[in-house]
T-cell receptor, first 114, second 118 residues
């Protein structure tokens, strides 16, 4: 049951260039999508989110795009910096149940090369 | 930024032993979550706790698992008889809002407790 999928386990980008991380989902009832960043031996850290009724949200160097018809979202980081090197998880919030827990993808390891 | 703290940072145990992991969530928040991440895999939902009761739980959260709030501020995740496949990072999390997961759904995660079952 992979409702949230990140098909690229890794991505390498040159410093200063754009990083694009992709995520696909199958449940059309998710109401929020989030990106988390995770360093080794630390908990996931919230990065940016987008409501299912929006198609774009921007916060500084980070922009998330949502294509509902394709059930696809992407995270753009520009310009990429070496400190951005981490595992990035896409997550989606369920619309049912009181707890509205997050469903995570398997993560993409981003490496930004100096 | 709000803090969620977890102890121990790493625990090594023998298969079949009981393990208790502890978390101090953001104070005065009604909702509380446990997630886990097996090495190299995705972060998986285990259980949510609302107002001193389990709210929802995943298929992973079987009879070997229990969650309690022993003293009103700390939460514990107990695994009664650990198995090799329980080896993972266990994360607790609090929502941004005290009343629950409204808004963006953002959760604040603790740094995790690494459980190694031998």
């Amino acid at each position: 049951d992979q409702q949230v999928k990140q098909n690229s386990p890794s991505l390498s980008v040159q410093e200063g260039r754009i990083s694009i991380l992709n995520c696909d989902y199958t449940n059309s009832m998710f109401d929020y999508f989030l990106w988390y960043k995770k360093y080794p031996a630390e908990g996931p850290t919230f990065l940016i989110s987008i409501s299912s009724i929006k198609d774009k949200n921007e916060d500084g160097r980070f922009t998330v795009f949502l294509n509902k018809s394709a059930k696809h979202l992407s995270l753009h980081i520009v310009p990429s910096q070496p400190g951005d090197s981490a595992v990035y998880f896409c997550a989606a919030r369920g619309d049912s149940g009181s707890a509205r827990q997050l469903t995570f993808g398997s993560g993409t390891q981003l490496t930004v090369l100096p | 930024e709000p803090e969620v703290t977890q102890t121990p940072s790493h625990q090594v145990t023998q298969m079949g032993q009981e393990v208790i992991l502890r978390c101090v969530p953001i104070s005065n928040h009604l909702y509380f979550y446990w997630y886990r991440q097996i090495l190299g895999q995705k972060v998986e939902f285990l259980v949510s706790f609302y107002n001193n009761e389990i709210s929802e739980k995943s298929e992973i959260f079987d009879d070997q698992f229990s969650v309690e709030r022993p003293d009103g501020s700390n939460f514990t995740l107990k695994i009664r008889s650990t198995k090799l496949e329980d080896s993972a990072m266990y994360f607790c999390a609090s929502p941004r809002r005290p009343s629950g997961p409204a808004g963006t759904g953002e959760l604040f995660f603790g740094e995790g407790s690494r459980l190694t079952v031998l």
